[in-house]
Nanobody, 122 residues
Framework: QVQLVESGGGLVQAGGSLRLSCAASGLTFSRYTMAWFRQAPGKEREFVANINWSGGNTDYTDSVKGRFTISRDNAKNTVYLQMNSLKPEDTAVYYC???????????????WGQGTQVTVSS
């Protein structure tokens, strides 16, 4: 079965950095668009970033542009989210997701990880 396992979350001060990783198994990783979503308490899950199968195309939500970078290593079946200049409003559970299409709608993603908590203190 397909498994997506996130890691790298934690507590960091505002202005700091974290690098999230998502290791995938049970699917042909290089055929999938990979994405990061996040959900803060009391809020809906929102799109953060995605990357197409080759890594040649990426998309970001406006609030993270210039601060976050998504990347992938198809040889390691892993996608990353480098988060710099973190703000308290970035606090959320971050989820990794996989889909065959390059798109940003959470409801259309086929596979999801369990999430990793990111907390940014002010």
């Amino acid at each position: 079965q397909v498994q997506l396992v996130e890691s790298g979350g934690g507590l960091v001060q505002a202005g700091g950095s974290l690098r999230l990783s998502c290791a995938a198994s049970g699917l042909t990783f290089s055929r999938y668009t990979m994405a990061w979503f996040r959900q803060a308490p009391g809020k809906e899950r929102e799109f953060v970033a995605n990357i197409n199968w080759s890594g040649g195309n990426t998309d970001y939500t406006d609030s993270v542009k210039g601060r976050f970078t998504i990347s992938r290593d198809n040889a390691k079946n892993t996608v990353y989210l480098q988060m710099n200049s973190l703000k308290p409003e970035d606090t959320a559970v971050y989820y990794c997701a996989a889909d065959r299409q390059f798109q940003t709608s959470s409801w259309r993603y086929d596979y999801w990880g369990q999430g990793t908590q990111v907390t940014v203190s002010s």
